[in-house]
Nanobody
């Protein structure tokens, strides 16, 4: 059973920063990892992804230039550095992994999910 545990969420003012972490019991090294978010009343959406090696990343337009995804395969941990946060970034953030070595953007392409961590950005 693959387990993913997110941490690092919290309350921050607009313009501030947070770093989310995703730790897993699975050896990350062979699979891509994605970060998603879900705001109240909205569908879960792709935020950022990193391929198996960490050399390739992909971002949603809404966060490109503000968020950075990275991974440390030796620690089986993936990070999401979030800068210049906006109230629109308020959501529960989830990390996920699946069977692909390359980044996927659809929720249905990920098999394993964490429990989520709340990020709230005040104006």
């Amino acid at each position: 059973q693959v387990q993913l545990v997110e941490s690092g969420g919290g309350l921050v003012q607009a313009g501030g920063s947070l770093r989310l972490s995703c730790a897993t019991s699975r050896t990350f090294g062979s699979f891509a990892v994605g970060w998603f978010r879900q705001a109240p009343g909205k569908e879960r959406e792709f935020v950022a992804g990193v391929n198996w090696s960490g050399r390739s990343t992909y971002y949603a337009d809404s966060v490109n230039g503000r968020f950075t995804i990275s991974r440390d395969n030796a620690k089986n941990t993936v990070y999401l550095q979030m800068n210049s946060l906006e109230p629109e970034d308020t959501a529960v953030y989830y990390c996920a992994t699946g069977l692909s070595t390359v980044v996927r953007v659809l929720v249905t392409e990920y098999h394993y999910w964490g429990q989520g961590t709340q990020v709230t950005v005040s104006s």
